[in-house]
């Protein structure tokens, strides 16, 4: 296992349009979450999953946003009419509720800039 | 609510000299307490952690003690390289609600710079 992948590295839109980004979490985790991240800041927490069930979804998370982890693996995040203040650094992590180790681990993220 | 307060960068060091990040955190219930650090063009990686007073944890020369008392975990190292430079988190988590989530809450990071 190479670690928590995110898909893409950075995506450019345009104001008004649809995004989509994805993670793949650390194969055996089973807790997913997403964080954001502005410049010069660090992350924020958006929302959890634990398996397929979200359980958590912070206020910074609009109506705009919706994510999903379908089968309780990967997960999308995607964004509805964006708006420029959504440029940010979009981090997925996983962990396990299993075993000793229970860390959080981050993939690289995606780097959305609206234009 | 949980938050993370430390000092503002950047840290500006010549290779060798001894590094001091000051951390302080508020937080409901018992925190656990990391340091992450993000090397440039990477992701966040856990560096080191504490999980109950007066735990040390340390990691790559890097040590943190958690304070309690104080609600500190401030970084320490004493002689810095050039591959040191990155920005540094402090987090805390806790377990909350029903769910029993631990997300991380991160302070603003700080930014550390060494020179030959």
């Known amino acids: 296992d190479t670690g928590v992948s995110q898909n893409p590295r950075h995506k450019i839109t345009k104001r008004g349009q649809n995004v989509t980004f994805r993670c793949d979490p650390i194969?055996?985790?089973?807790?997913l979450y997403w964080y954001r991240q502005t410049l010069g800041q660090g992350p924020e927490f958006l929302t959890y999953?634990?398996?397929?069930?979200?359980?958590?979804k912070s206020r910074l998370l609009s109506d705009r946003f919706s994510a999903e982890r379908p089968k309780g693996s990967f997960s999308t995040l995607e964004i509805q009419r964006t708006e420029q203040g959504d440029s940010a650094m979009y981090l997925c992590?996983?962990?396990?509720?299993?075993?000793?180790?229970?860390?959080?681990?981050f993939g690289q993220g995606t780097r959305l800039t609206v234009v | 609510g949980n938050s993370v307060t430390q000092m503002e960068g950047p840290v500006t060091l010549s290779e060798e000299a001894f590094l001091t990040i000051n951390c302080t955190y508020t937080?409901?219930?018992?925190?656990?307490l990391f340091w992450y650090v993000q090397y440039p063009g990477e992701g966040l990686q856990l560096l080191l952690k504490?999980?109950?007073?007066?735990d040390k944890g340390s990691n790559k020369g890097f040590e943190a003690t958690y304070r309690k008392e104080t609600t500190s975990f401030h970084l320490e190292k004493g002689s810095v390289q050039v591959s040191d430079s990155a920005v540094y988190f402090c987090?805390?988590?806790?377990?909350?609600?029903?769910?029993?989530?631990?997300?991380?809450?991160f302070g603003s990071g700080t930014r550390l710079q060494v020179q030959p």
């Open positions: 937080a409901t219930g018992y925190p656990s």
């Open positions: 987090a805390l988590s806790v377990a909350l609600g029903d769910t029993g989530r631990r997300a991380l809450t």
């Open positions: 504490a999980t109950k007073a007066d």
């Open positions: 999953f634990q398996n397929e069930a979200q359980l958590e």
């Open positions: 992590a996983s962990s396990s509720t299993r075993g000793k180790n229970t860390e959080a681990f």
């Open positions: 194969s055996e985790h089973n807790r």
